[in-house]
C-alpha cells in the first residue's frame, strides 16, 4: 500500500474510533442527565472507561472540549463515587486517572452512594416527620383536628415504613457483591419475559 493510502486508512480509522468514542460518550452523559448526575461527570466516566490508558485531566479536558475546571471539579467527585481512581506511572509527573472496567462494580458503587447520599437523609428526615406527626396526633385526639392528624399520621408512617423496606432492599442488593449480581442479573433475564414478549400479549 502506498504510503500515501496507507495515511489516508489509519486517519480513517481514526476518525471512526473518534466517531464511536463520541458516541458513547455523549449516549452516556444523556443516561447520567437522566439519573440526576451531572452530564460532565458522565461524560469523563465514559470517557475514561473507554481510554485503553490512563488520562491525565489535561488529556481529558482537551478530548472533552471541556474547562479544566469543570475537569477537576467532575474528577473529584468522581473520585468520592469511586468509580474513578487516581493511578501514578513511573516517570510521569502528571497524575493520571482510569475508570472501573467492570461496569457492575461501579453500578454497584453508585447504589451504594445514592444511598448514602440520598435515601438516607431522605429516610431520617420522614422519621422525624412521623414522631411529629404521632405526637401530634396523640396531644389533639380529643378534637376534630385531632381526628385528621390521626389520618395524616397513619400515611405519614405507612409511607416511611415504605422507605424503610427500600432502604432495607438496597442494603440486601449491596450484600450481595457486584460479581454476585452480574450473575444473579444475567440468570433471572433468561426467565423474565422480554419486552417484545410482553407487547404481544
Request: proline content about 3%.
Amino acid at each position: 500500500m502506498p504510503p500515501e493510502a496507507a495515511m489516508t486508512a489509519k486517519k480513517n480509522s481514526q476518525d471512526t474510533l473518534h466517531e464511536v468514542e463520541d458516541r458513547f460518550i455523549e449516549n452516556w452523559g444523556d443516561i447520567s442527565a437522566l439519573w440526576g448526575v451531572n452530564r460532565s461527570m458522565g461524560r469523563i466516566h465514559a470517557l475514561l472507561f473507554l481510554a485503553p490508558d490512563p488520562l491525565s485531566m489535561e488529556e481529558v479536558a482537551t478530548r472533552l472540549q471541556i474547562s479544566h475546571g469543570n475537569v477537576s471539579t467532575s474528577v473529584r467527585d468522581l473520585l468520592a463515587w469511586g468509580v474513578i481512581k487516581r493511578v501514578h506511572q513511573s516517570g510521569e509527573r502528571k497524575i493520571l486517572y482510569e475508570a472501573e472496567q467492570d461496569p457492575w462494580t461501579w453500578f454497584h458503587t453508585c447504589i451504594r452512594e445514592r444511598r448514602r447520599r440520598e435515601v438516607e437523609p431522605v429516610r431520617e428526615n420522614l422519621h422525624e416527620v412521623k414522631d411529629f406527626a404521632r405526637q401530634a396526633a396523640k396531644e389533639h385526639k380529643d378534637s376534630a383536628e385531632g381526628r385528621k392528624l390521626a389520618i395524616t399520621q397513619a400515611k405519614v408512617e405507612n409511607f416511611t415504613k415504605y422507605v424503610d423496606e427500600f432502604a432495607d432492599l438496597i442494603d440486601a442488593f449491596l450484600s450481595m457483591g457486584s460479581g454476585t449480581i452480574g450473575k444473579f442479573f444475567r440468570l433471572a433475564a433468561k426467565f423474565v419475559p422480554k419486552r417484545k414478549d410482553l407487547a404481544r400479549k
